[in-house]
């Protein structure tokens, strides 16, 4: 292993030696790149920021002297590029920090097994990133998924609620493709008339219907060696499900009014917000297609979901708002970072870039406070706002304490604060007469003052 980190040397060494296993490990990859003249390991565990050759250099010199050597990546700095350039380099996994001991264990033994069966490739040419961003768990699942597709051409299919970035993860498949440098093609095909998305998918010849002056090309063929992505996939009708699955299967189709049939290479990429499963046992949707788009899924997390992500992403396009709008590039208090971070952003990513429009616009100094947060967006301005945002940024506190790994049970937790904000608040609206306190908490007084004892509130 080469990572220079010695505290995580040393908690992989010691978990890798109880499972008897043999480890060396180097604090640079220079060092490591030494040793390999006196004999090659079954497998490598690497860090990527190294001083030094860092862990994808040194992945691209591994590809020329020790192709077939099984690599797993380990690292705290966690995108999308970097995780697709670990897989593009011959990657055999890549696992960010902080990482199980265990699942970085079991992973260790599969890439033994795999012994010399790896893929090669070359370093990965930096390639225009869409925008997708994330720290978060189920963000990592994605950006690995998109690595492991990165040289194939599978159908996939992508599913998420609306607003969760379904097409930028579909945009990055394709450019990470080997079809990278052919055409991406979008269509949502819930926008289009379904008497019309028929012509828009296969494209018409002339004279196929009343307003039909001249051939169209349709989105198969202008996707033609590259990849074509059809979102909304699941309000299709039956029949457009019937010729999409014989595209699908031979790879040919006609025109509308055509006659001869057109031949394409086309990687599909689908995306719905729907449960297609249940859509398939409502009859709603055609199983034979479901199973044709369904080879590879991913799935695009909730924002609500991934609450860590979101000052990062807050940050980001306000940035780029800024530079829409031509506007200074606005900051936000910890006081309005907190409400944001509580809200539950039902319109996802979609909806807080399009927040970061309004409150560049909106909001009158250079950086964004708790009273430049309307009610929409888990403001407190209104007493609705305010019932709102404290069970919001409760509902954030329950979830971030049970991201740890040992805490408490929750009402042993909150509880006790709970009592003492509200013991607090009822004294001072009766200042301080116990009894009237008592009885706005509804309470006996005897209850109160033990209460106040129990919670040191004296």
């Known amino acids: 292993m080469v990572d220079d ?26 060092h490591l790149l030494d040793a390999l003249s006196s004999g090659k390991p079954d497998v490598l565990i690497t860090d990527v920021r190294m001083p030094g050759i860092d862990g994808l250099a040194l992945l691209n010199r591994l590809s020329e002297r020790c192709p077939e050597l099984p690599v797993i990546v380990v690292t705290a700095y966690t995108d999308l590029e970097n995780a697709v350039a670990a897989y593009q380099g011959g990657a055999f996994e890549y696992l960010p920090k902080p ?48 690595g492991r597709l990165a040289k194939s051409s599978m159908t996939v299919l992508i599913t998420g609620e609306s607003g969760t970035g379904k097409e930028l993860v579909a945009r990055a498949l394709h450019e990470h493709s080997p079809r990278a440098n052919k055409p991406f093609v979008a269509l949502n095909t819930a926008a289009i008339a379904s008497e019309l998305l028929e012509s828009e998918l296969f494209g018409h010849e002339r004279g196929a ?40 299967a031979e790879s040919e189709f006609y025109r509308v009014g055509g006659q001869a049939s057109i031949k394409v290479d086309v990687r599909v990429i689908a995306a719905t917000n729907q449960d297609l499963a249940r859509a398939v046992g409502d009859g709603r949707f055609r199983e034979d297609l479901y199973h044709r788009l369904n080879v590879m899924r991913i799935n695009t997390p909730p924002l ?34 907190d409400m944001l971070q509580s809200y539950d952003w039902p319109g996802n990513v979609r909806q807080l870039v399009n927040a970061t429009r309004r409150l560049t616009v909106t909001a009158p100094g250079g950086v964004i406070s708790a009273v430049d947060i309307p009610d929409d967006l888990g403001g407190k301005s209104g007493a609705k706002g305010a019932q709102e945002a404290w069970t919001q940024s409760l509902t954030y506190w329950a979830e971030k304490n ?57």
């Open 5 to 30: 980190d010695q505290s995580v040397r040393w908690v992989l060494e010691k978990a890798l030696r109880q499972a008897d296993m043999d480890t060396r490990s180097f604090e640079r990859a220079e």
């Open 99 to 146: 990482f199980d001991v265990d699942e970085a264990v079991e992973l260790v033994r599969k890439a033994a097994k795999q012994n010399g069966n790896g893929t090669s490739g070359g370093a990965a040419g930096k390639k225009e990133m869409p925008t997708l961003i994330g720290q978060a768990p189920a963000m990592q699942e994605v950006f690995r998924s998109i």
């Open 209 to 248: 219907f009343t307003g039909a002056d001249s051939r169209r090309i349709g989105r198969f063929e202008q996707a033609n060696g590259g990849t074509l992505f059809l979102d909304e996939i699941g309000d299709m009708s039956p029949a457009l499900q019937t010729r999409l699955l014989r595209v699908l």
């Open 304 to 337: 609500r979901q991934r609450r860590e992500d979101i000052p990062t992403l807050l940050k980001h396009y306000l940035a780029d708002a800024g530079k829409e709008l031509g506007a200074q590039t606005k900051t936000i208090s910890s006081d309005a970072m």
């Open 402 to 458: 049970l991201l740890q790994d040992e805490t408490p049970p929750l009402i042993e937790m909150a509880l006790p604060e709970f009592e003492k904000t509200l013991i607090r608040i009822a004294l001072n609206k009766a200042k301080g007469h116990r009894q009237e306190a008592a009885k706005l908490l509804g309470w006996g007084r005897n209850t109160l003052t033990r209460k106040i004892r129990s919670l040191n509130l004296e």
